[in-house]
Nanobody, 122 residues
Framework: QMQLVETGGGLVQAGGSLRLSCAAS????????MGWFRQAPGKEREFVSA???????QFADSVKGRFTISRDNAENTVYLQMNALKPEDTAVYYC????????????????WGQGTQVTVSS
């Protein structure tokens, strides 16, 4: 069993930056692929980024070149650095963990955090 807690959300102006953190508790963190998803009001949850145990990363086209993902296995934490934020990045951001599956598919993730709100003003 793994528990995930996201922090770092907030209100930022367009063009600004935020760094989200996801602290995990439970065994075997380093073995999991960690993903970030987001959900805007009235929209489906969408994939943002993921990083696996070998530090291989994947990004949605909408955030490529602006967002980076990293993990610290010693601290059981995964980060999402978000730069050049746009109003369309406004959403609740969720951290998730999967042991295997398709990284961009939400249903393949076994554990989820409660989410953190990111609001980008224009």
């Amino acid at each position: 069993q793994m528990q995930l807690v996201e922090t770092g959300g907030g209100l930022v102006q367009a063009g600004g930056s935020l760094r989200l953190s996801c602290a995990a508790s439970g065994p075997g963190f380093y073995t999991y692929t960690m993903g970030w998803f987001r959900q805007a009001p009235g929209k489906e949850r969408e994939f943002v980024s993921a990083i696996n145990r070998d530090y291989i990363t994947q990004f949605a086209d909408s955030v490529k070149g602006r967002f980076t993902i990293s993990r610290d296995n010693a601290e059981n934490t995964v980060y999402l650095q978000m730069n050049a934020l746009k109003p369309e990045d406004t959403a609740v951001y969720y951290c998730a963990a999967q042991y295997h599956g398709t990284w961009s598919r939400a249903r393949d993730y076994a554990y989820w955090g409660q989410g953190t709100q990111v609001t980008v003003s224009s």
